[in-house]
């Protein structure tokens, strides 16, 4: 027998336990009889505005994702979503093999998404290889998001951090904030924008967005959600949030 509403899929998805846009977020792009199931990452809302603050959030992200994982897991799920941003775990392209078995085997084998593929995946379907990214973080932590991109081998045109100061507040952040950011760091050598930072609440900015700028806009949980899918057999084209569910 399969499960009575999530016959399709069944995705579990971990966050930090102080997110709460990334939860909602993907309720909002699941197809029919596609069922999230959400398991959490115990961490405070500790200080990010210097590097020894967001070295200490990354390392207790770190510590309680296996712990997150496997609560998720006792309800068998199809596959596992770890909605974080890449540089939670990012220590250069070699290490990432390594951390993505470590989490499948905490999710005892199943398929596991995490950013640096889901993002890897939406740009090279797209073709963009010089992107605008938009963050959530200081400088501190913008060092650790353009590490990972040009690691990965793009071309960062222009980046901009939004300035919250904790990963609760990141919550707060505006879609006001988030047009204003876009429509500065676009221009004709971007193209492609990518939003990483699971709390930052953009799968609806950014669809509107495409449809102004007539490019790809990415936002971290929406792009999470499409791999997941597309991994996972689920080819469904859904509208209204954005080129990447509706064309890709």
């Given at each position: 027998?399969?499960?009575?509403?999530?016959p399709?899929?069944?995705?579990?998805?971990?966050?930090?336990?102080?997110?709460?846009?990334?939860?909602?977020?993907?309720?909002?792009?699941?197809?029919?009889?596609?069922?999230?199931?959400?398991?959490?990452?115990?961490?405070?809302?500790?200080?990010?505005?210097?590097?020894?603050?967001?070295?200490?959030?990354?390392?207790?992200?770190?510590?309680s994702?296996?712990?997150?994982?496997?609560?998720?897991?006792?309800?068998?799920?199809?596959?596992?979503?770890?909605?974080?941003?890449?540089?939670?775990?990012?220590?250069?392209?070699?290490?990432?093999?390594?951390?993505?078995?470590?989490?499948?085997?905490a999710?005892?084998?199943?398929?596991?998404?995490?950013?640096?593929?889901?993002?890897?995946?939406?740009?090279t379907?797209?073709?963009?290889?010089?992107?605008?990214?938009?963050?959530?973080?200081l400088?501190?932590?913008?060092?650790?998001?353009?590490?990972?991109?040009?690691?990965?081998?793009?071309?960062?045109?222009?980046?901009?951090?939004l300035?919250?100061p904790?990963?609760?507040?990141?919550?707060?952040?505006?879609?006001?904030?988030?047009?204003?950011?876009?429509?500065?760091?676009?221009?004709?050598?971007?193209?492609?924008?990518?939003?990483v930072?699971?709390?930052?609440?953009?799968?609806?900015?950014?669809a509107?967005?495409?449809?102004?700028?007539?490019?790809?806009?990415?936002?971290?949980?929406?792009?999470?959600?499409?791999?997941?899918?597309?991994?996972?057999?689920?080819?469904?084209?859904v509208?209204?949030?954005?080129?990447?569910?509706?064309?890709?």
């Amino acid at each position: 027998m399969t499960d009575s509403l999530g016959p399709r899929l069944k995705v579990g998805v971990v966050v930090p336990s102080t997110n709460t846009s990334a939860q909602p977020e993907m309720e909002a792009l699941r197809p029919h009889q596609v069922t999230n199931h959400t398991g959490r990452m115990v961490i405070g809302d500790d200080s990010m505005v210097d590097e020894p603050g967001f070295d200490h959030v990354m390392r207790s992200i770190r510590r309680s994702t296996h712990p997150a994982i496997k609560s998720v897991v006792s309800c068998r799920p199809d596959c596992v979503i770890v909605a974080v941003s890449p540089e939670s775990y990012w220590e250069g392209p070699d290490s990432h093999a390594r951390v993505l078995a470590s989490m499948r085997e905490a999710a005892d084998g199943l398929p596991v998404t995490m950013s640096p593929d889901a993002i890897n995946a939406a740009l090279t379907a797209y073709g963009a290889r010089r992107i605008a990214v938009v963050t959530p973080y200081l400088p501190v932590g913008d060092d650790s998001v353009s590490r990972f991109f040009k690691d990965s081998g793009y071309d960062i045109v222009r980046i901009r951090g939004l300035g919250m100061p904790s990963p609760a507040k990141i919550s707060h952040v505006s879609e006001t904030q988030l047009r204003d950011v876009v429509e500065e760091i676009d221009g004709p050598d971007v193209e492609a924008i990518v939003q990483v930072g699971t709390n930052v609440a953009m799968a609806r900015l950014a669809a509107v967005a495409e449809t102004w700028l007539g490019k790809p806009v990415i936002s971290n949980n929406t792009v999470l959600y499409w791999h997941a899918l597309r991994r996972n057999g689920i080819q469904d084209r859904v509208h209204g949030h954005g080129s990447l569910l509706s064309e890709h």
